[in-house]
């Protein structure tokens, strides 16, 4: 039986706004929470979101954990702290002392933590044979969706990845099976920055878009 194709039309107003709440979408660190509660139904609607995102093999591999406990958060951060420590070298000297000096999560200053799970099937997921890893991007799609409608309810939204995924993962009791994908800082903000703050601080260049959009292949011949 054909499923009906019913489905809801938009309008290029409502388009427009979409592609203007995708353009101002910002990565929010913990000087710019403010110290005020989410509602529940901000949070509530947050994570419909995550849940109406696609999935391979429509297969919704994905488990949240909302953080509130200072302890917890405590626990998390210390962990944040180790691997920046660790880190740091990582990069040229011109850029270490940026690097410190960063402003890089807001994991004891937002209200709520979410911590973002894979949980793997036990079993084959239709599209899934062949790129194990699309399990992953379809947790990682719930994240984006996430992000877009924080930042369409005026909410900050943060992704802390300076972690420890393991060690994380125990902090909060994780089933062993499953892999941390993001930790996300929730909450009020102060305001957005125009543009993203790596790109105000010149951390980076945003990329052109003929450098990186290809037609038809990267010009080698058909194998």
């Not at 998390?76 to 960063?102: G, H, I, P």
Request: a negative charge; glycine letters at 8%; aromatic letters at 10%.
């Amino acid at each position: 039986m054909e499923a009906p194709r019913s489905g809801k039309l938009y309008s290029t107003t409502e388009a427009d706004i979409l592609y203007d709440i995708i353009r101002n979408r910002r990565d929010v660190r913990g000087n710019r929470f403010l110290n005020k509660p989410l509602e529940e139904t901000v949070v509530r609607r947050v994570m419909s979101a995550a849940l109406h995102a696609p999935s391979v093999g429509f297969s919704q591999p994905w488990e949240f954990v909302l953080i509130r406990d200072a302890a917890v958060k405590r626990a998390v951060y210390d962990s944040y702290v180790a691997e920046k420590d660790r880190s740091v070298s990582l990069f040229a000297d011109d850029k270490q002392q940026t690097y410190q000096q960063l402003k890089l999560e807001g994991i004891l200053e937002a209200p709520l933590n979410i911590a973002v799970f894979y949980k793997p099937s036990s079993g084959p997921v239709l599209g899934q044979t062949a790129m194990q890893e699309v399990g992953l991007y379809s947790v990682v799609c719930a994240v984006q969706n996430m992000w877009l409608m924080a930042r369409a309810l005026n909410i900050g939204l943060g992704w802390v990845s300076i972690l420890d995924p393991e060690h994380v993962g125990r902090i909060l009791g994780a089933p062993e099976q499953n892999r941390l994908v993001a930790y996300l800082c929730l909450g009020y903000t102060d305001g957005f920055y125009t543009q993203p703050e790596l790109e105000l601080l010149q951390w980076e260049k945003r990329k052109l878009e003929e450098a990186v959009i290809l037609e038809e292949g990267y010009g080698r011949g058909l194998v």
